[in-house]
């Protein structure tokens, strides 16, 4: 790349894949310190990279809004290089409609049918945020053993404070997309429990609907305070404790060490926390891993 390039970067969702394109970002910025990163995600998503160092501008494509007027919108740059980490039909329609050439990254979808469908190992399955390297091999960019990143505002960090105590916690993410990776709710109330005989406060984190997965008294409700400040108290956090969800992901994002609970799925899939201080407690089930992502029974 020389002079100040314009590069166009498409990862629609979801919140975990989000933040694993970081890594790349990462890369990208460090390796072109010139260069204009433009990224386009949902409109949930953006908090994530509002403060990237490395994202100069974030495109949201609006809950309801047609693809083509999003395509209106990144007609008006120049792009020297457009790179594709989603894969999807939605996004191969908006690279038809914004023109130029795209790079996408391949999926391993074969190896983890495979696995899923016969428990056989088909090759090694690399880290998701390792995978995306595949779309900027003409680039020759390398991950560099970094983890994800995440970097929470100011005002982030403001609201987190109205909600997490004043001394060390854990915090507790409940929730999953998919059923089949929540942790049952009886288990999470025995960590509250043993959290509190060991005088230590706990903060549930997630979604509206996750401060109804724990019903034990004495944890202190963060649940829908948006996804800012959510990163912000993960990052305050002493130790994060969480199901295969962006969450876990994003507590690696902000730094903060990770028991992750793997139950259907299995992290050799690609989906273990990245280059992080983590650990990976999974349930050896007979169908393991039942599903790549989870489902809903």
């Known amino acids: 790349m020389t002079g100040h390039p314009s590069v166009l970067v498409i990862r629609f969702g979801a919140l975990g894949d989000v933040v694993l394109t970081t890594p790349l970002l990462r890369a990208i910025g460090r390796a072109f310190p010139a260069a204009r990163i ?29 693809v083509h007027a ?25 690279r038809i409609l914004t023109g130029g050439r795209w790079h996408g990254w391949h999926k391993p979808r074969l190896q983890r049918a ?14 998701v945020a390792e995978q995306y390297f595949g779309a900027v091999g003409h680039l020759g960019l390398e991950p560099d053993g970094g983890p994800p990143m995440v970097v929470a505002t100011e005002q982030d960090a403001a609201r987190a404070a109205e909600v997490m105590p004043p001394e060390r916690f ?6 999953a997309a998919h059923a089949t990776k929540r942790w049952p709710g009886r288990h999470w109330d ?9 005088g230590v406060p706990c903060v549930i984190v997630g979604t ?27 990052r305050s ?11 876990m992901h994003l507590a690696t994002a902000v730094g903060t060490p990770v028991v992750a609970l793997f139950g259907p799925t299995d992290p050799a899939l690609g989906y273990a926390p990245y280059r992080s201080a983590a ?4 349930r050896t089930l007979p169908c393991r891993p039942c599903s790549v992502y989870g489902g809903s029974h």
């Open 114 to 127: 495979v696995r899923v469908w016969t428990g056989l190992a088909v090759g090694s399955v690399p880290p």
């Open 190 to 198: 025995r960590v509250v429990e043993l959290l509190a005989h060991w």
């Open 237 to 247: 956090a002493s130790v994060v404790i969480a199901g295969d969800s962006g969450l």
């Open 208 to 234: 509206a609907e996750d401060a109804h997965r724990v019903t034990a008294r004495g944890a202190i409700t963060a649940c829908g305070v948006g996804l800012g400040a959510t990163a912000a108290l993960l």
């Open 38 to 66: 433009t990224f386009v995600t949902k409109t949930a998503w953006v908090p994530l990279l509002a403060s990237h160092p490395h994202v100069a501008r974030v495109e949201a494509l609006a809950p309801g809004e047609p």
């Open 279 to 282: 650990v990976v407690l999974a």
């Open 170 to 175: 854990v915090a507790l993410a409940p929730g």
């Open 70 to 94: 999003l395509a209106a919108r990144l007609r008006d740059t120049r792009w020297d290089h457009r790179i594709d980490l989603h894969g999807s039909l939605r996004s191969r329609v908006l």
